[in-house]
């Protein structure tokens, strides 16, 4: 359970259109209050095709903001222009930088198990293998260098740089949004009695199945074929799903086709 707050809103999107700004955190979509990105998502996903009507706080201030959840989002075409890096073009489009970088090709994720040799300010080389959830960032701060040189010693390219010319193309949400916790490090877990679980295990699995039919009906209106696994590939990110929190988060993670 957490805040849920806008981190990126994209150019042109029906979020932009309808005033939503980053930074606003989400209190209620449609009347129904939101714990967690989780539920926002879904919440968002169930509704494709209406305007929902997001509850959020700016500045001390709620504000009612009605955006319309599209079924088909089309994909945002950036054709590079010399001088421009990875940075520049996402906040000139509204992605986060990360979203760029994979739409360039750009390979910027360290891998795990992979052992690197760097020389330190003292001239001495340290040996690291990499982690889960290393980051270019961490393993410098880890090791007192700068990301550049684990950058050099992963083998990795310079993270901002594109290619003019180049055709970028980006996928959006059916909003144009996105989410993240307002505070990751202050979240706390929720547990329930029988007699509450089971009604909320009912609302999850017709949310699930609403979730699945708002696929298809997606791909028909011309939008990208169904995903069987879910969007985000659940049989790839079950193991780090459970990795890091263990089990109980499996049936959100599922339900939440975003």
């Known amino acids: 359970v957490g805040l849920t707050q806008i981190v990126q809103v994209v150019s042109n999107s029906p979020a932009q259109e309808a005033g939503l700004k980053k930074g606003d955190v989400i209190f209620a979509i449609n009347d129904h209050e939101m714990r967690n990105t989780q539920e926002v998502g879904t919440q968002i996903r169930v509704n494709l095709g209406e305007t929902v009507t997001m509850l959020v ?38 992605f986060a930088v990360d979203s760029v970088r994979e739409a360039a090709g750009i390979e910027y994720r360290l891998t795990e198990g992979q052992q690197l040799a760097i020389r330190d300010e003292n001239d001495i080389v340290v040996s690291y293998g990499i ?55 202050m979240t706390e877990s929720e547990s329930f009695p029988l007699w509450e679980a089971f009604p909320k295990s009912i609302d999850t699995t017709f949310q699930v199945l609403t979730l699945a039919r708002n696929e298809f009906i997606s791909w028909f209106k011309g939008g990208g074929r169904p995903q ?17 929190q263990g089990y109980r988060p499996l049936l959100d993670f599922a339900a939440l086709l975003s």
């Open 131 to 185: 982690r889960a959830g290393d980051s270019v960032a961490s393993v410098a701060r880890a090791l007192d260098v700068d990301e550049e040189t684990v950058r050099q010693a992963a083998g990795l390219p310079d993270p901002e740089a594109l290619t003019p010319g180049q055709e970028l193309r980006l996928e959006q949400g059916p909003t144009g949004i996105m989410i993240g916790s307002l505070y990751p490090a």
């Open 228 to 244: 069987v696994a879910g969007p985000v590939g659940i049989a790839q990110v079950t193991g780090d799903v459970v990795e890091e």
């Open 57 to 94: 706080k700016r500045e001390g201030d709620f504000l009612e903001v009605p955006v319309h959840a599209r079924w088909v989002a089309p994909d945002i075409v950036h054709i590079v222009e010399p001088g421009e890096s990875a940075s520049s073009v996402a906040s000139l489009l509204g």
